[in-house]
C-alpha cells in the first residue's frame, strides 16, 4: 500500500505541476501578486505559526523571493515584449509545508513552481531545518560526525540516497539503462544510471534537500527523507522523487547529537513517500 501511494502521489505532483507547486493546498495565499506580466503566489502553511518566528522567518523569505520575480517579469516584457502578447505572463508559485517536529527540530518542504514559457512549467523543491531553541535555520551537519565531502560519512549517505532512488526508479519501471529490468537491483541501477550518480554526489552540500522523517518513537525521527525536484536524479518525464533511508543504514557515523534523535521506525501513516 505505501508503494503504490507513494507513486500515486509523485504522479499527482508531476501532473499538477503545470498547475499548481502544490495542488492540495487549501491554505489561501499570504502573497498574490498579478500584473501584465506575471501572477505570484506565496503561501506559507499556518502550522508553521506554531513555531516562534519560522512562520515569520519563511513569510519574510517568501515576500523577497515574490518582489524578485515581479522585477524580473516586468524588466522581461520591457526588453522582449513579444512574448507577452495575447495575454501570456510569466507564474512563479512557492509554498512552505511542514514536513515532521522532531524535538526541536521542525522540518519544513518548500515548493516551487514556475513557468516562463518554456517547453513546459518546472517545479523545484528544497527544504529547511529548523531549531525551535535558537529559532533560526539550521544543518543536519552537527547529527554526524563528520561531513567532510567524498569523506566516509557523505560517501555512505550518498550511496543510500542512490540506492533509495533506484529501488523506486525499478518501481516505476524508469529504467535509462540498457540491461533488462529483471537483470537490475537498486544497488546495480544506482551504478548505472548516470542521473542518479551525478544527480546524488558525497557532498553534504549538493546531496540533495534532506527533511527529518517521523517515528514511531515519540521525539525521535526515524531517518532521512531525500527531496528531489524533476530532472534532479532523472529525465523531467519522471517526475521528482521522495526516497527514505532509515537512521539504522547510517548509525555509526552519527554523532552524540545524532543519536539522541534518531530512533525507531518509520510510521505506516507517514506519506512521505
Same mark, same amino acid.
Given at each position: 500500500?505505501?508503494?503504490?501511494?507513494?507513486?500515486?502521489?509523485?504522479?499527482?505532483?508531476?501532473?499538477?505541476?503545470?498547475?499548481?507547486?502544490?495542488?492540495?493546498?487549501?491554505?489561501?495565499?499570504?502573497?498574490?501578486?498579478?500584473?501584465?506580466?506575471?501572477?505570484?503566489?506565496?503561501?506559507?502553511?499556518?502550522?508553521?505559526?506554531?513555531?516562534?518566528? &519560522?512562520?515569520?522567518? $519563511? *513569510? !519574510? #523569505?517568501?515576500? /523577497?523571493?515574490?518582489?524578485?520575480?515581479?522585477?524580473?517579469?516586468?524588466?522581461?516584457?520591457?526588453?522582449?515584449?513579444?512574448?507577452?502578447?495575447?495575454?501570456?505572463?510569466?507564474?512563479?508559485?512557492?509554498?512552505?509545508?511542514?514536513?515532521?517536529?522532531?524535538?526541536?527540530?521542525?522540518?519544513?518542504?518548500?515548493?516551487?513552481?514556475?513557468?516562463?514559457?518554456?517547453?513546459?512549467?518546472?517545479?523545484?523543491?528544497?527544504?529547511?531545518?529548523?531549531?525551535?531553541?535558537?529559532?533560526?535555520?539550521?544543518?543536519?551537519?552537527?547529527?554526524?560526525?563528520?561531513?567532510?565531502?567524498?569523506?566516509?560519512?557523505?560517501?555512505?549517505?550518498?550511496?543510500?540516497?542512490?540506492?533509495?532512488?533506484?529501488?523506486?526508479?525499478?518501481?516505476?519501471?524508469?529504467?535509462?539503462?540498457?540491461?533488462?529490468?529483471?537483470? &537490475?537491483?537498486?544497488? $546495480? *541501477? !544506482? #551504478?548505472?544510471? /548516470?542521473?542518479?550518480?551525478?544527480?546524488?554526489?558525497?557532498?553534504?552540500?549538493?546531496?540533495?534537500?534532506?527533511?527529518?522523517?517521523?517515528?514511531?518513537?515519540?521525539?525521535?525521527?526515524?531517518?532521512?527523507?531525500?527531496?528531489?525536484?524533476?530532472?534532479?536524479?532523472?529525465?523531467?518525464?519522471?517526475?521528482?522523487?521522495?526516497?527514505?533511508?532509515?537512521?539504522?543504514?547510517?548509525?555509526?557515523?552519527?554523532?552524540?547529537?545524532?543519536?539522541?534523535?534518531?530512533?525507531?521506525?518509520?510510521?505506516?501513516?507517514?506519506?512521505?513517500?
Amino acid at each position: 500500500m505505501r508503494i503504490r501511494n507513494a507513486v500515486l502521489l509523485a504522479t499527482l505532483v508531476v501532473v499538477g505541476a503545470a498547475n499548481s507547486v502544490h495542488a492540495e493546498t487549501k491554505t489561501k495565499p499570504q502573497v498574490s501578486i498579478s500584473t501584465k506580466a506575471v501572477e505570484v503566489t506565496l503561501t506559507v502553511d499556518p502550522a508553521l505559526r506554531k513555531f516562534p518566528r &519560522l512562520f515569520e522567518s $519563511s *513569510l !519574510a #523569505e517568501g515576500r /523577497r523571493w515574490a518582489e524578485r520575480n515581479r522585477a524580473e517579469a516586468a524588466k522581461a516584457m520591457r526588453d522582449e515584449p513579444e512574448f507577452f502578447r495575447s495575454g501570456r505572463r510569466w507564474t512563479f508559485e512557492r509554498s512552505y509545508t511542514l514536513r515532521s517536529v522532531v524535538g526541536r527540530y521542525v522540518s519544513v518542504v518548500r515548493h516551487d513552481g514556475t513557468n516562463t514559457g518554456g517547453a513546459h512549467p518546472n517545479s523545484y523543491v528544497d527544504t529547511i531545518l529548523w531549531d525551535r531553541n535558537t529559532r533560526r535555520r539550521v544543518s543536519v551537519r552537527p547529527f554526524f560526525r563528520e561531513t567532510a565531502d567524498n569523506g566516509p560519512t557523505m560517501t555512505a549517505l550518498a550511496q543510500l540516497a542512490r540506492v533509495a532512488v533506484a529501488a523506486e526508479k525499478l518501481k516505476r519501471g524508469a529504467i535509462n539503462v540498457d540491461v533488462p529490468k529483471d537483470k &537490475l537491483t537498486p544497488e $546495480s *541501477l !544506482a #551504478e548505472q544510471d /548516470r542521473f542518479i550518480a551525478d544527480g546524488v554526489p558525497p557532498s553534504l552540500g549538493k546531496i540533495g534537500p534532506i527533511t527529518l522523517a517521523p517515528s514511531t518513537e515519540a521525539g525521535k525521527s526515524a531517518g532521512l527523507t531525500f527531496h528531489y525536484s524533476p530532472y534532479a536524479v532523472g529525465p523531467y518525464a519522471e517526475g521528482p522523487y521522495t526516497v527514505f533511508v532509515p537512521w539504522t543504514a547510517f548509525q555509526k557515523y552519527l554523532s552524540p547529537r545524532g543519536l539522541a534523535i534518531f530512533g525507531g521506525q518509520r510510521p505506516e501513516s507517514d506519506s512521505v513517500p
